[in-house]
């Protein structure tokens, strides 16, 4: 089958950093994406891990572990626009694109 | 350069009509994919269209069905229309390795809000 799992909501403080987690069990997986969604508008590519370990970009970084079917998305440096949902997808094998999401996480950022 | 365009923005419809909703890739890219949203849910993919031809289709009833352009383009429709067919509806394109390899970053659209009455 195929599941992806992450916390429905999330709060922090402005200037903090935040920890998104992810897991996943999904066949075939060939990486995790990471979208950011604000209300009402498109989800925007933020990342993708393939091989394990941490990749940076600015002030958001995202973790893979394949061994443990374990992300996450680190937030630095948080600011009121990071206010959104954050949306986990596995990429899946099998010659065409196709992702599966999770739910979402909804992070609020208060002042 | 322009992003995925859909139309249109907003609809509302009735139990049992049809509707068709439309989708212009970014330029170049070959490969359209649509997805419901359902609120407060992630996206879930409904087809993958490359090259005019359907390339992956998600679990989905027989009232919706989609087709693709020679320009890439593409519509989906939904037939039959049912209380639960509202949703955000999103188109994405991508345009690395012809839409063969499933971690080419997908574009999204800014959606098609569908509410059934």
């Known amino acids: 089958g195929q599941n992806i799992d992450q916390p429905t909501e999330m709060t922090a403080t402005e200037g903090a950093i935040v920890q998104i987690n992810c897991t996943y069990q999904t066949s075939g997986f060939n990486g995790l994406f990471w979208y950011q969604q604000h209300a009402g508008e498109a989800p925007t590519f933020l990342s993708y891990?393939?091989?394990?370990g941490l990749e940076e970009k600015g002030r958001f970084s995202s973790f893979l572990s394949r061994s443990k079917g374990y992300s996450y998305l680190l937030l630095k440096e948080l600011q009121m626009k990071d206010s959104a949902s954050y949306l986990c997808?596995?990429?899946?094998?099998?010659?065409?694109?196709?992702?599966?999401f999770g739910a979402g996480t909804r992070l609020a950022v208060h002042p | 350069d322009a992003g995925v365009t859909q139309s249109p923005t907003h609809l509302i419809k009735t139990r049992g009509q049809q509707v068709t909703l439309r989708c212009s890739p970014i330029?170049?890219?070959?490969?359209v994919s649509w997805y419901q949203q359902v609120l407060g849910q992630g996206p879930q993919f409904i087809f993958q269209y490359y090259e005019k031809e359907e390339r992956g289709r998600g679990n989905f009833p027989d009232r919706f069905s989609a087709r693709q352009f020679p320009n890439y383009s593409s519509e989906l429709n939904v037939n039959a229309l049912l209380l639960g067919d509202s949703a955000l509806y999103l188109c994405?394109?991508?345009?690395?390795?012809?839409?063969?390899?499933?971690?080419?970053?997908?574009?999204f659209g800014p959606g098609t809000r569908l509410t059934v009455l």
């Open positions: 997808a596995s990429a899946l094998s099998g010659g065409y694109n196709k992702l599966i």
């Open positions: 330029s170049g890219h070959k490969s």
């Open positions: 891990n393939v091989l394990d």
């Open positions: 994405a394109s991508n345009g690395l390795a012809g839409g063969r390899v499933s971690t080419d970053t997908q574009y």
